[in-house]
Nanobody, 120 residues
């Protein structure tokens, strides 16, 4: 079983910054794709940013130039550095990791979600 633990959410004023982190534990053998999604009230969950094991990144147009996704040295942690936050960034942010476990079975795990609130 692969588990994800998120941290770093909170409340910040518009223009401020926050960094989210997500750490993988359990029976993960590989973390092929690590990403962050978000869901605002009344809206569908959307991809914010993702990073592959090779380091390729992908961002939603709404966060390009403001958010940066990265992986820690051990590759077990993924970060989302969020700068110049806007009220429309307010949402619950979810970490998502896909790969293979120690039994070489594919997995697609989600974190519990962390609230980010940006006030104007």
């Amino acid at each position: 079983q692969v588990e994800l633990v998120e941290s770093g959410g909170g409340e910040v004023q518009a223009g401020g910054s926050l960094t989210l982190s997500c750490t993988v534990s359990g029976s993960a053998f590989s973390m092929n794709v690590m990403g962050w999604h978000r869901q605002a009230p009344g809206k569908e969950r959307e991809l914010v940013a993702s990073i592959t094991s090779g380091g390729s990144t992908n961002y939603a147009d709404s966060v390009k130039g403001r958010f940066t996704i990265s992986r820690g040295d051990t590759k077990l942690t993924v970060y989302l550095q969020m700068n110049d936050l806007k009220p429309q960034d307010t949402a619950v942010y979810y970490c998502n990791v896909g790969g293979y476990d120690l039994g070489f079975q594919g997995y697609d795990s989600w974190g519990q979600g962390t609230q980010v609130t940006v006030s104007s």
